[in-house]
């Protein structure tokens, strides 16, 4: 026999979403680096992106799904959870790392560091 509790318990257990990395560009132009992430489904409140020292972390949920008065045939992107770790170059600004998410597609631009003009470094005598 089975205990009503555990049927409750079976209904309103979530779970997990599928993980995925997303299909991604990295380009390097004269301004800095550029990367292109296909995340179709996420909004942008859905959207995480973190720096951990030299890493930088793109999270995200897809929580679209069929309707009760539909079924999916063939899923190629549905519900799901986005995650990719991109590794910063010493050359990147990080600071002004921006991001635009635009038609499923996170754009990221990474600037480069400014340079340094070459200096002389003063000699004390004490």
Same mark, same amino acid.
């Given at each position: 026999?089975?205990?009503?509790?555990?049927?409750?318990?079976?209904?309103?257990?979530?779970?997990?979403?599928?993980?995925?990395?997303?299909?991604?560009?990295?380009?390097?132009?004269?301004? #800095?680096? !550029? %990367?292109?992430?296909?995340?179709?489904?996420? &909004?942008?409140?859905?959207?995480? +992106?973190?720096? =951990?020292?030299?890493?930088?972390?793109?999270?995200?949920?897809?929580?679209?799904?069929?309707?009760?008065?539909?079924?999916?045939?063939?899923?190629?992107?549905?519900? #799901?959870? !986005? %995650?990719?770790?991109?590794?910063?170059?010493? &050359?990147?600004?990080?600071?002004? +790392?921006?991001? =635009?998410?635009?038609?499923?597609?996170?754009?990221?631009?990474?600037?480069?560091?400014?340079?340094?003009?070459?200096?002389?470094?003063?000699?004390?005598?004490?």
């Amino acid at each position: 026999m089975t205990d009503t509790a555990d049927i409750n318990t079976a209904k309103t257990e979530v779970k997990p979403l599928p993980r995925v990395s997303p299909a991604t560009d990295i380009l390097e132009r004269e301004d #800095g680096f !550029y %990367v292109f992430m296909d995340i179709p489904g996420v &909004r942008r409140e859905d959207l995480k +992106i973190d720096i =951990n020292e030299n890493e930088l972390l793109v999270t995200g949920r897809a929580l679209q799904g069929a309707s009760e008065k539909e079924t999916f045939l063939e899923v190629q992107f549905g519900p #799901g959870e !986005y %995650v990719r770790a991109v590794s910063l170059s010493d &050359r990147v600004d990080r600071e002004n +790392i921006s991001a =635009n998410l635009k038609d499923g597609v996170l754009t990221l631009r990474l600037p480069r560091l400014e340079k340094t003009a070459p200096r002389r470094i003063p000699i004390h005598t004490s």
